[in-house]
T-cell receptor, first 115, second 113 residues
Framework: DTEVTQTPKHLVMGMTNKKSLKCEQH?????MYWYKQKAKKPPELMFV???????INESVPSRFSPECPNSSLLNLHLHALQPEDSALYLC??????????????FGEGSRLTVL | DQQVKQNSPSLSVQEGRISILNCDYT??????FLWYKKYPAEGPTFLIS?????DKNEDGRFTVFLNKSAKHLSLHIVPSQPGDSAVYFC????????????FGQGTELSVKP
């Protein structure tokens, strides 16, 4: 059973909609991540929060807005997306912050379709 | 510029035999390597990792080998089981960028009964 929970599992939205993806972990991990995976491609890093502070933004367009309300929660706010943003959005967490090594534990993902 | 490469998109193996999945990398600054397994419609699941100070790490049926001079790592699964059928991603990172995993393209393993 995954200990990183993502909601919703599926989301369909229009280009003018505002929606949010949510992620929760209760493992006491100090770093949380958003990755994006397109079909037949590897996951690509979008954002990293370490100790609730944004540590890495991989030049992601501003129509994606991350938020980390506390150490267990991570949101991704979506606004004015494009059809090419359709993908599987993966949340992950790791025990340590951005420094050091650490295996990432992934959630099952939120499948986003932008019409 | 793809820093982590898995040149075999697919691999088919008979049940009970050895599966060998390969991965090459170009960035000599990478010092930690991981293998993930992914079923359709699920997130990747961590399998096994190795740091650059080692050349081998074993966990049950899974063994990862690292050849730093060749910038090559491989995952051996012995014996292979039908439940191992999935996409396998190798990933690499640097010590001070622990969560910034760079993934390979993946290899789809099919284990036939």
């Amino acid at each position: 059973d995954t200990e990183v929970t993502q909601t919703p599992k599926h989301l369909v939205m229009g280009m003018t909609n505002k929606k949010s993806l949510k992620c929760e972990q209760h493992m006491g991990h100090r770093a949380m991540y958003w990755y994006k995976q397109k079909a037949k491609k590897p996951p690509e890093l979008m954002f990293v929060y370490s100790y609730e502070k944004l540590s890495i933004n991989e030049s992601v367009p501003s129509r994606f807005s991350p938020e980390c309300p506390n150490s267990s929660l991570l949101n991704l706010h979506l606004h004015a997306l494009q059809p090419e943003d359709s993908a599987l959005y993966l949340c992950a967490s790791s025990q340590d912050g951005i420094l050091g090594f650490g295996e990432l534990f992934f959630g099952e993902g939120s499948r986003l379709t932008v019409l | 510029d793809q820093q982590v490469k898995q040149n075999s998109p697919s691999l088919s193996v008979q049940e009970g035999r050895i599966s060998i999945l390969n991965c090459d990398y170009t960035n000599s600054m990478f010092d930690y390597f991981l293998w993930y397994k992914k079923y359709p419609a699920e997130g990747p699941t961590f399998l096994i990792s190795i740091s650059s100070i080692k050349d081998k790490n074993e966990d049950g049926r899974f063994t990862v080998f690292l050849n730093k001079s060749a910038k090559h790592l491989s995952l051996h699964i012995v014996p292979s089981q039908p439940g191992d059928s999935a996409v396998y991603f190798c990933a690499a990172s640097r010590y001070n960028q622990g969560g910034k995993l760079i993934f390979g393209q993946g290899t789809e393993l099919s284990v036939k009964p």
